[in-house]
């Protein structure tokens, strides 16, 4: 039989494993420190005409590199675009005339919003809305517009 | 005729509610009973110490075992199908969210289960078939406060912690095979994981779900044990049953809290 002693410490020895181990999956596995916190974030807004497949927490890059998280995604009723919202790591600062694009990463990838950063002096500040946007590039769009380009280079020929 | 029929649907309700209704509430009330007496489980926690040891530290070899290759058999499946797709990179959010979602909890408490619940049965079978349940009654000594109450919370905290070490032994495991013996970019590997492994969403719906099943696996081990008929034939049937039926707890239960947590029911 084992002494009390023994017992409670292969128990405290159990117990650090467990928690060590749900450490490990929150912190390695779910990157729960490094994603973005509200703390250090400032919001701006952009608004899109179409956004595609973007979801809630994509990524926000610029130069490839991720610099905030899309934080709120919502409908327009008076001007009938999407507007998203960009929360973007205050280390990151954009001059005033930044533009966003959706993109996706590959070819079937998810998609993300790139900051493309702009020429203007002063920078983007909590609350600013971006002016220069970029849809998302919806695939049927795309192939109506070969469609009809090419119906128009036949009727064009005769 | 018709009284024969009459008599085969009377024994068929006698039999359903002899053997399911009546012991689901006789569960239900010595669940309530435990929780009650649980006080002195928490007050003289060495009691339940030394329970925690027999349900999670002996359970730990098997545990990590297998959560290490079922981690390493993920990422050799994991990766033949990506690859396909071009998209082996992707290897480390497949093995994680299989993982830390559905196989870390539920593959964890089959396991608890068939090594810790059977071993809990056949101790307080054995000990209502030897009389020391009864001796512990005469001496004034609440054998539920002192016997039950102490398995049943240290398998309830056992379960949760050995559901997160077989996750994370799995994560290392496609580590070991997509990253060591494959060759999936490491970098990769991590970052794709990272972003799409949600804290809220994904760990902590994991745990919540890994103490649903410690609950119900513990609940039905002490039950199992302490309604076992006092014989040897009747301890390794209410073995057999706590296997059993806790692994179909466990199967059922996974498919509700699955449907609650991730469909947004």
Known sequence: ?158 | MSGRVVELIRELGARIVNSWVWRLGFACRFLWITLKESGPSFRRFHLTIREIYFAGVLSLVIILVSGLFVGMVLGLQGYDTLVRYGSSEALGVLVSLSLVRELGPVVAGLLFASRAGSAITAEIGLMKATEQLSAMEMMAVDPIARVVAPRFWGGVISMPLLAALFSAMGVFGGYLVGVRLIGVDEGSFWSQMQSAVDFREDILNGVIKSAVFGVAVTWIAVFEGYDAPPTAEGVSGATTRTVVESSLAILALDFVLTALMFRGL
């Open chain 1, 1 to 158: 039989m084992m002494t009390r002693k023994e017992l409670d410490l292969w128990v405290g020895l159990f117990a650090v494993l467990g928690i060590g181990a749900m450490l490990f999956l929150s912190l390695k596995v779910a990157n729960l420190l490094s994603s973005f916190s509200s703390a250090d974030v400032y919001p701006i807004k952009a608004k899109f005409e179409n956004i595609g497949g973007l979801k809630v927490r994509a990524a926000v890059k610029s130069a490839g590199v991720v610099v905030g998280r899309v934080g709120e995604i919502r409908f327009d009723n008076e001007s009938f675009e999407a507007v998203v919202a960009l929360n973007i790591d205050s280390r990151f600062q954009f001059p005033k005339d930044s533009s966003a694009k959706i993109l996706t990463s590959g070819l079937l990838g998810e998609q993300y919003v790139g900051i493309t950063a702009g020429g203007d002096s002063v920078n983007l500040k909590a609350g600013d809305t971006l002016k220069l946007t970029q849809s998302a590039v919806v695939l049927e769009n795309l192939i109506g517009q070969f469609l009809y380009n090419k119906a128009a280079e036949g009727d064009g020929k005769k």
